[in-house]
Structure formats: C-alpha cells, structure tokens
C-alpha cells in the first residue's frame, strides 16, 4: 500500500498557548519540548530524550489538540496514522503498514502520532483465536518503538488505556492523563472561545459536564444560529 495512504497529513496550525491543560500536564509538556531544545547538553550527562509520550483519557479533552501543538512547538512535522488503512484482515500486512509509517517518521525527524492506540496495541488475549498473530503483532510494535530514533516523538493516545498491552505500556517514558473538565475551567474555556465575537453574539447557553470538543461544537452553533438570525433580519430590512 502506498505510504500516502496510511498516513493523515493535518497541517492545522495549533500553539501550546490555544490548549487547556491543568498545571501539572501543561509543565510535563513544556519540559518534554524544552528537552528538544539542549539535546546536545543532555547527551554531555548521558541523559536521553524522552521521546515516546501517551496520552490518556477522556475523549474530546485534548489529547489530539496537544500533540499538534508539541509538533508546532518543536517546529517538526506531524504524521498521523491512519488506522483506517493501516489495519487489514492479514497482521503481518498490517505489521508492514505500521512499519512504513514509523520508516518516513525516523527518517523526517517527524511526530508520529498514533490516535487509538488500543486498536493496535491491544492487550493479547489468550482466549482469542488469533492470539499468535495478534502477539506478532504486538512484538512488531514493541521493536518498532524500541528502535524508534531519539530526534523523532512518538505520541500515542487512547480513551482505553486499561486494555493496551503492559508491554507496549513499559515503553513509554512519559505517560500524561486528560479528565473531564470542571465547570470552572469550561467557564474560562468558553470566554476564550467566544472573546473574538461581538457582545451579543457571546451570550450562549453553556453546557457543562461536557469534553472540551462538545463544549466547542455546541458553542459555536450556537453562535452560528445568531449571527444567521441577524444576517436574516438584515435582509429583511
């Protein structure tokens, strides 16, 4: 399969400032890029980089967003895995897909984010039928990342870290947990989302016990629904 088929290419523009994290996520983010920046000084200590990051947790609350911004922060391109393509009903060419994809990452120095990684990383079940194609699989991994080369960052993320394999787990050096937001913190997120819209468009109904991605999608349809209704007066006039 072509390369360009297992690989989404997002060129969305996303700084570290535009991101909500809570203090102790955001200050292992910052280390994890400032680490990028004296390689060479670490090197002198024999102190790797750590370039193998999970993130975890609920959906919609920034697991995505953040490894875009890493990738902008550190000035490197980011290849997205495209599970759709990657995964056939033969493991071993499944093992060759994922392959490619961590080939073009080591040599483009790139990010390699690795959105559901439970698809692939799943725990080997020993009552599955499958469970010699699925561990070959998993060992597949498991080298990859073990060979995965220090001047590229491997992300991966999941909503259902209980179910990854122990093994692949051991092999990130950095592993990062997103929680639902509290109503105080969705309050802030919605005065950032909507301080660029005139006064009245800003009064909404907000939602809250809602991710990040809902609290956004809701809120912008909102606004959406009110600029149209003024456009429509307009007209009418």
Avoid at 53 to 72: D, E, R, V, W, Y
Avoid at 126 to 147: A, F, P, S, W
């Amino acid at each position: 399969m072509n390369i360009f088929d297992l690989i989404i290419f997002d060129k969305e523009q996303t700084k570290l400032d535009d991101i909500f994290l809570n203090r102790e996520n955001r200050k292992s983010v910052e280390l994890l890029i400032k680490e990028y920046s004296y390689i060479e000084e670490l090197h002198q200590y024999g102190l790797p980089v750590n370039n193998k990051l999970l993130l975890h947790g609920s959906s919609g609350c920034g697991k995505t967003t953040t490894a875009k911004a890493i990738a902008n922060a550190l000035g490197k391109p980011l290849l997205i895995l495209n599970l759709s393509n990657v995964i056939c009903s033969r493991i071993g060419e499944t093992s060759q897909n994922i392959k490619q994809v961590f080939d073009k990452a080591a040599r483009e120095k790139a990010v390699l984010f690795l959105d559901e990684f439970d698809q692939i990383g799943k725990a080997r079940d020993h009552q599955d039928k499958d469970v010699g194609e699925m561990r070959r699989l998993v060992n597949t991994l498991i080298q990859l990342i073990d060979y995965f080369p220090e001047r590229s960052l491997l992300i991966g993320a999941t909503n259902h870290l209980a179910i990854i394999d122990i093994a692949l787990l051991r092999r990130f050096q950095l592993t990062i947990g997103f929680e639902m937001p509290t109503r105080s913190v969705l309050d802030i997120y919605y005065d950032k989302l909507l301080e660029r819209f005139p006064e009245h468009m800003q009064i909404i109904q907000r939602k809250y016990d809602v991710s990040y991605a809902e609290a956004k999608d809701d809120a912008f349809t909102q606004v959406k629904a009110a600029l149209i209704t003024n456009l429509e007066l307009k007209n009418k006039c």
